[in-house]
């Protein structure tokens, strides 16, 4: 990958974490690095004469980011910049090939796992998402992606294996599958082996062509009768990689179940990756 990558910044920890990952990610690809900082002024203009300063100290934030991504990979293209606007709608129409975002910034509430604005980008940034979380983690070599029967998850199954191939990591596909629980009819059965064995079969055939043209990636396919989350969280990852709903009215508007938990519950940093209109 190439191209512009953007990380959107606060002033949070987890959003310098997002900046340190955004300029690893840079240095990796050849990409230029823009650092982005939105000053939201709505709740200032009954102040007057407050806008001067707010934007003063804007610059201070986005600076003091630019520096860190300096100080990560010298050898790196980074430039910073404000935004005036709400961070939510400038951050999720910015025109990249990668926007890369802490997982709460700061003022939200001290339990929340995920932000607002964190969660209006990953569900409706026109490019795939990076969230990342201020913890630090042990590196794994290992990049986990979701694999399921729709469409949806071909996009996350690109970017997963281009960056395993990048990254010299190994990948690991992971389909979670559960058998159906009939209230109102406990007489049915399921031959578990013949539901294991359809399954096995449903992502190799979606992973061949992907196979086809990584052949020099690692993959370690992940079948497992589990919830989606458990399986995709459960395995230490440098990066999990999940696909979403399209850019339609309606699906635009929303993470799917899947991702969402994700998101919420995964220890390593998560990219979002939606198909293309």
Same mark, same amino acid.
């Given at each position: 990958?190439s191209?512009?990558?953007?990380?959107?910044?606060?002033g949070s920890a987890?959003?310098?974490?997002a900046v340190?990952?955004a $300029?690893?990610?840079?240095?990796?690809?050849?990409a230029e690095? /823009?650092i982005?900082h939105?000053?939201?002024?709505?709740?200032y203009?009954?102040?007057? &004469?407050?806008?001067d300063?707010l !934007?003063?100290?804007?610059?201070?934030v986005?600076?003091?980011?630019?520096?860190?991504?300096h100080?990560r990979q010298?050898?790196?293209?980074?430039?910073?910049? #404000?935004?005036e606007g709400?961070?939510g709608a400038?951050?999720r129409?910015?025109e990249a090939s990668e926007?890369v975002?802490g997982?709460r910034g #700061? &003022?939200?509430?001290a339990g929340a796992?995920?932000g607002s604005?964190t969660m209006? =980008?990953a569900?409706?940034? +026109?490019?795939? =998402?990076?969230v990342v979380?201020?913890?630090p983690?042990?590196?794994?070599g290992v990049? %986990?992606?979701?694999? *399921?029967?729709s469409?949806?998850?071909e996009?996350?199954? &690109?970017y997963?294996?281009e960056r395993?191939r990048?990254a010299?990591?190994?990948?690991?596909p #992971?389909?979670?599958w559960?058998v159906? #629980?009939?209230a109102?009819?406990p007489?049915i059965t399921y031959d578990l082996?013949?539901v !294991?064995a359809? /399954?096995?079969?449903?992502?190799s055939t +979606?992973l061949?062509?992907w196979?086809e +043209?990584f052949?020099?990636v690692?993959v370690?396919?992940?079948v497992q009768?589990?919830h989606?989350? *458990?399986a995709?969280? &459960?395995?230490?990852?440098?990066l999990? =990689?999940?696909?979403?709903?399209?850019r339609s009215?309606? %699906?635009?508007?929303?993470l799917?179940? =899947?991702?969402?938990?994700?998101?919420?519950?995964?220890?390593?940093?998560? $990219?979002?990756v939606?198909?293309?209109?």
């Amino acid at each position: 990958m190439s191209g512009l990558i953007i990380a959107g910044v606060d002033g949070s920890a987890p959003s310098l974490a997002a900046v340190e990952w955004a $300029a690893d990610d840079a240095a990796r690809t050849g990409a230029e690095l /823009r650092i982005v900082h939105v000053l939201d002024l709505r709740p200032y203009e009954v102040f007057t &004469g407050q806008q001067d300063p707010l !934007r003063r100290a804007a610059g201070r934030v986005a600076a003091a980011a630019e520096e860190v991504a300096h100080a990560r990979q010298p050898g790196a293209e980074v430039s910073s910049r #404000v935004v005036e606007g709400v961070p939510g709608a400038v951050l999720r129409e910015l025109e990249a090939s990668e926007l890369v975002v802490g997982n709460r910034g #700061v &003022g939200g509430f001290a339990g929340a796992l995920l932000g607002s604005v964190t969660m209006e =980008v990953a569900a409706r940034a +026109r490019c795939p =998402v990076v969230v990342v979380r201020a913890e630090p983690r042990e590196k794994t070599g290992v990049i %986990g992606v979701g694999v *399921d029967e729709s469409d949806t998850c071909e996009p996350a199954l &690109g970017y997963a294996f281009e960056r395993a191939r990048s990254a010299g990591a190994t990948l690991r596909p #992971v389909h979670a599958w559960q058998v159906p #629980v009939h209230a109102f009819a406990p007489e049915i059965t399921y031959d578990l082996d013949e539901v !294991r064995a359809a /399954r096995q079969r449903l992502v190799s055939t +979606r992973l061949a062509p992907w196979r086809e +043209r990584f052949p020099d990636v690692e993959v370690a396919e992940d079948v497992q009768n589990a919830h989606p989350i *458990d399986a995709l969280t &459960g395995v230490p990852c440098d990066l999990i =990689v999940v696909g979403s709903h399209g850019r339609s009215a309606l %699906g635009s508007l929303f993470l799917g179940s =899947v991702s969402r938990g994700v998101l919420h519950y995964a220890r390593c940093p998560v $990219a979002v990756v939606r198909p293309q209109d």
